[in-house]
């Protein structure tokens, strides 16, 4: 069975850009009832547009409910599932259990699948999920190949997702609580204030105000600062092992990132099911086209088994190498960032390739013509002319590294 790429969608335009770039699924939220409330997150009506557009390009759209649910929130879960399931999604997300009961009581015709909040770690509770009436299980970061193979294994007709790409909780299966007892922000309500990430000193009872590194180190320490992960160089073995769902995460990053995320595992998982060989001699440079997006350094997780290797204690700052410059719809570039001639670019096109050259001539849109200029701004169409003779299709990037 082909393995489903799944892409993170925190609004309209980043499910267009995951579907684009060759997601098989994506998942997104509401505004209210799902774990990234600081998501610009979907209206109903922005959720039906949604939807219809993946529908219509044959892709699917989950809908995250994973909040754990008190008893007062119950009247607008059961509304939102009412709403929602008219414009039918493909599964709902769910965590609790009384919002999974709740969700088979009202679109009984909606697939579930159980979140990675649920900590789901052996097949015992992935056959109690499966009698509850679930087709798939998001399965806890914290497992090994081994692990998530065994499971599959022993529950052949149960789904399996599982994490491959993006932040780690510090927290096992992201259960919190720093957030809210430092920045009263509760973090299984989606309000988490990445608390873990700040930098933290020790002081001593009877000396207020002096303020104790932790290591030996000017820069402080970041005891609790998790790397990001990056499964690719182990997506072979994940699928050998039978994982239905390769799931990035991402949906408060970037249009950009889940362009280059969705892009970089596409190519790997067609590369891995037809031409395993050319797949090993892409790799280092799948890789490096995974440390163009922002993010933190990488560590497989705990997919190895190895357990070590997880925190990054120097710096909880992003790595951002490249900038996003434009993107190309329909014969012209729409500018997202200031771009200027004589910038030296890289055109990145959907099937996870590259071309650097430079720009030479820039056309804007002003009045119904357009206009030669030097520098191209942010929300304006442009024609650019490069130094080399490129085809560029349709949802082609432009970019430039950071200096």
Known sequence: MKPEVLSPAGNLEKLKFAIDFGADAV???GKLFNLRAKANNFTVEEMAEGIEYAHRKGRKVYVTLNAFARNDDFEGIKNFVKEVKELEPDAFIVSDLGVLLTVKEIAP????????????TN???????QELGASRIVLARELSIDEIKEIKDRVPNMEVEVFVHGAMCMAYSGRCLLSNYLSYRESNKGACSQSCRWKYYLVEETRPGEFIPIEEDEKG??????????ALPLLEELIDAGVDSLKIEGRVKSAYYVAITTSVYRRAVDLILNDRETFKKELPLLLEELKKISHRPYTVGFLSGNRENLQHYETSSYIRNYKFLAVFKNGKWNVRNALKVGDEVEVFTPDAKTKKTIVKDIQILRKDKFENVEIAHPNQIAILK???VLEIPQNAILRKKSV
């Open 109 to 120: 015709e909606v697939d579930i699948h159980i979140s990675t909040q649920s900590n789901v």
């Open 27 to 29: 998942y997104l939220g």
């Open 123 to 129: 097949y015992k509770a992935v056959k109690v999920y």
């Open 386 to 388: 490069f130094e080399d």
């Open 221 to 230: 320490t970041y005891i609790f600062n998790s790397k990001d992960l990056c």
